[in-house]
Every structure is written in C-alpha cells, then in structure tokens.
C-alpha cells in the first residue's frame, strides 16, 4: 500500500473519531440527575432575532422547561442530536417545553435557513456570538446544551454529544417537578 493511501486513511479515520468525539477538543461531560433546584443558577437571558427575524428572548419561556442547544451546521454530534430535539418539540411542547437552538455559525442565516429547511426543525432558532457564549460560561465546545427548568434557572448543562434517554430522562424530570406555562 502506497505512503499516500495510508495517509488518506489516516485522516478519514481522524475525521471520523473527531466527529464522534465533539467538534472541538475540549472534554465531553454529561450528568444524567438533574441539579439540586436550591443550588440552580439563574439562566442569563438574551434577547436575539430568530430566523423570521422575530425577537426572542429567553425570559419570555420562564414558566416552561427549555432545552437551549448549542450548535453548528458543520458540528457532526450536533446533527445527531437535531432529530432528538425536533421530537422532543413534537411529543413534550404541550407540557410546558420548549427547545432554543443557539447557532453558532459564522456564516450566520446564509448557512443555517437552508439547513434548518433541510433538516425541517420545528423549534425556534437565533445566531449566537462571542457574547452570548461567554454568558453561557464561554461555550468552547460545540454541541453545549443546558436544560433550563420553570423558574428559568440551569439545572443540568451537557458539553458535547449526550444520549437522547439522558436528555429524555432530565426533560421529564424537570416537567413532571411543576405546572404547565402558557409562555411561547
């Protein structure tokens, strides 16, 4: 086998385990309990336009359960997750939950509309930056997803690629802990 061939090899299987591992090189951690409701810190609200150019803001869900993700049109652990979260729209919106996607592209809308049309995701989206990531605790590693419960506060914050049951587990966790919202 030629010096090229195995080369070629070499960074397909690089690509490859980087992809599984998370989009940058900064630890995937993940706890399957939520955080103890006393010891929750205030989520930091924002205001951004999402993709209708309608303004959302963070605040206007308090009184839901919020799955606020992270992410990348280019990111490969967040195009698994996507499909999970339009799900979770789908099955748990009813109750009192919302998901938020935070894209972090640098090409802004001209890469995510098609995406999100593509993919057919059915939540609201808005383009981050350097300041919302660093209200965020400086968001390093994409996907980074926080589970934010009725009274707006972090109750479980995952950096790269969670299992869907964790984030199934900790939704209805945070759902079945209070009342339904008639928020957004």
């Not at 385990?17 to 810190?41: D, F, M, N, Q």
């Not at 206007?60 to 339009?86: H, M, Q, R, S, Y």
């Not at 589970?147 to 209805?172: C, F, M, N, P, W």
Request: charged share 20%.
């Amino acid at each position: 086998m030629s010096s090229s061939a195995i080369g070629g090899r070499f960074a397909t299987m690089a690509l490859a385990i980087s992809l599984l591992v998370g989009c940058s090189s900064a630890p995937s951690h993940a706890r399957t309990e939520l955080s103890v409701a006393e010891e929750r810190k205030a989520a930091p609200d924002f205001s951004l336009r999402d993709a209708n150019g309608a303004p959302l803001r963070l605040s206007d869900f308090k009184g839901k359960v919020v799955l606020l993700n992270f992410w990348a049109t280019w990111c490969g652990p967040c195009k698994i997750e996507i499909p999970w979260f339009i799900e979770f729209e789908n099955s748990y919106k009813n109750r009192g939950f919302a998901v938020l996607g935070v894209s972090m592209d640098d090409d802004g809308w001209r890469a995510v509309k098609p995406f999100l049309r593509e993919k057919a995701v059915n939540y609201r989206v808005v383009l981050g930056d350097g300041p919302i990531a660093k209200m965020y605790g400086g968001v390093e590693s994409l996907p980074t997803t926080f589970l934010i419960d009725r009274e707006g506060r972090i109750a479980a914050e995952h950096v790269g690629l969670a299992g869907k049951s964790t984030y199934e587990g900790q939704i209805l966790g945070l759902l079945n802990s209070g009342k339904q919202a008639d928020g957004p």
